[in-house]
Nanobody
Framework: QVQLVESGGGLVQAGGSLRLSCTAS????????MGWFRQAPGKEREFVAL????????NNANSVKGRFTMSGDNAKNTMYLQMSSLKPEDTAVYYC???????????????WGQGTQVTVSS
């Protein structure tokens, strides 16, 4: 069983930056793709970004393009989500997920972290 542990959430002012981390307990063929999703209060969970561990294949939601970037540290089994130019509408619980398909669909991810809160004040 793969466990994902997120960290790095917090409170930041609009225009600021945060970096989220997601560390996998182990890596298998079912964790070749890492994704980030988020869920704002009263809304459904939505796709944010994905990347394979090489960084060769990535995809970002339109709402975060140019502001959020994923990168990985293979030695640490850790994937990062660097968030810049944050907006109040980025406020949500952010979830890390691992899967084996380059997909923006929740159903394609096999493992999920517990979530970390990101709050952006105006």
């Amino acid at each position: 069983q793969v466990q994902l542990v997120e960290s790095g959430g917090g409170l930041v002012q609009a225009g600021g930056s945060l970096r989220l981390s997601c560390t996998a307990s182990t890596r298998t063929w079912r964790t070749t793709v890492m994704g980030w999703f988020r869920q704002a209060p009263g809304k459904e969970r939505e796709f944010v970004a994905l990347s394979d561990w090489s960084g060769e294949h990535t995809n970002n939601a339109n709402s975060v393009k140019g502001r959020f970037t994923m990168s990985g540290d293979n030695a640490k089994n850790t994937m990062y989500l660097q968030m810049s130019s944050l907006k109040p509408e980025d406020t949500a619980v952010y979830y890390c997920a691992a899967g084996s398909t380059l997909s923006n669909k929740e159903r394609d991810y096999h493992y999920w972290g517990q979530g970390t809160q990101v709050t952006v004040s105006s």
